[in-house]
């Protein structure tokens, strides 16, 4: 019998300000090891570097890549435009920085099809270019930053609340109404909720890896981590029961810290064991992170854990509620999910 033809499948990006890494993540896409057909969709936000004239280069090099536009710049609202424009049965996520491993697709179709799940992900494996990115990349993969989630740090197949980016049937998203764009981070978590809620299922392997380039600097980090805060908080709000002592351990730190501080300046010496403790814990905590990088790398390690930590937990902290009513506001009902194979 002739060998049955894999599913089509679209790969969708929504990018802004991706003109260091789009051409070379679209590359890891084009030359992946999959015998189906494929087309990529980028969605365009209003990027101030040459992100648009790299991907009208890439437009004209390879009939396979389209892109449309995000005049708002916003991420859910790029991935549901690129979803409309796209037309394959199986949708992958990827973004403007993110590597694919050359089996990644063709691994996560017959996850799709093995376990009959809605989505599949795997392992945000994060990599540095210099010794700053290699801090961080050490950092985002270690226990003492980001705690035991899975998708972080590596662990067994099996169902999941959520996973990095996404391998999903075309069904699933269309039946969900795609994502909601109110989330402006979140996104994921809020979308495979919806999945789930429906008796759909989230499924996370170890097999799929994507290369992840952490951001260039301090400020940039500090800036998303605050950002993750705030919209976990969001999430936390959104659905009772979700939050775990995980997503508490920053916002409890940057607490104990400031307390700390000012009980050390304005009452007694002692008040500044605490942030001294704190220190002391991920500089012990960056020596394993950090083993095999150059000695410039080990030495910010602490840094980006500090940046990670306090911004997070400072962005959680100051989520106004204001943000939340207005999410839960936009709350869509989930719809059962579909049982049809990929085909």
Sequence with gaps: MPQQQPPAVSVIMPVLNEERHLRNSVRHILEQEYAGEMEVVIALGPSTDRTDEIAAELVAEDPRVHTVPNPTGRTPAALNAAIKASRHPVVVRVDGHGMLSP????????????????????????????????????????????????????????????????????????????????????????????????????????????????????????????????????????????????????????????????????????????????????????????????VKARVQIPVALATMHMSWGLGFLTSPRSLAKRVIASRRPSVPAPTADVE
């Design 103 to 294: 089996n990644y697709i063709a691994t996560a179709v017959r996850l799709l099809e093995e376990t009959g799940a809605a989505n599949v992900g795997g392992i945000m494996h994060a990599e540095g270019e210099n010794a700053w990115e290699d801090a961080v990349a050490a950092a985002m993969t270690a226990k003492i930053g980001v705690g035991n989630a899975a998708f972080h740090t590596g662990g067994e197949a099996g169902p999941a609340d959520t996973v990095y980016l996404g391998v999903f049937r075309r069904d699933a998203l269309e039946q969900q109404g795609g994502y909601n764009e109110e989330f402006i981070r979140a996104q994921d978590w809020e979308l495979n909720f919806r999945i789930r809620e429906a008796g759909g299922q989230v499924w996370f392997s170890p097999e799929l890896r994507v290369q992840y380039r952490p951001r260039p600097s301090i400020k940039a980090l500090a800036k998303q981590y605050k950002d993750y805060g705030k919209w976990r908080h969001v999430v936390a709000r959104y659905h009772a029961g979700s939050i775990n002592l995980r997503y508490l351990a920053p916002p409890a730190a940057v607490c104990a810290i400031a307390a700390g501080l000012v009980v050390g300046a304005a009452v007694t010496p002692w008040g500044f064991v605490v942030p001294a403790g704190y220190l002391a814990a991920i500089t012990a905590g960056s020596l394993p992170a950090g083993k095999g990088l150059s």
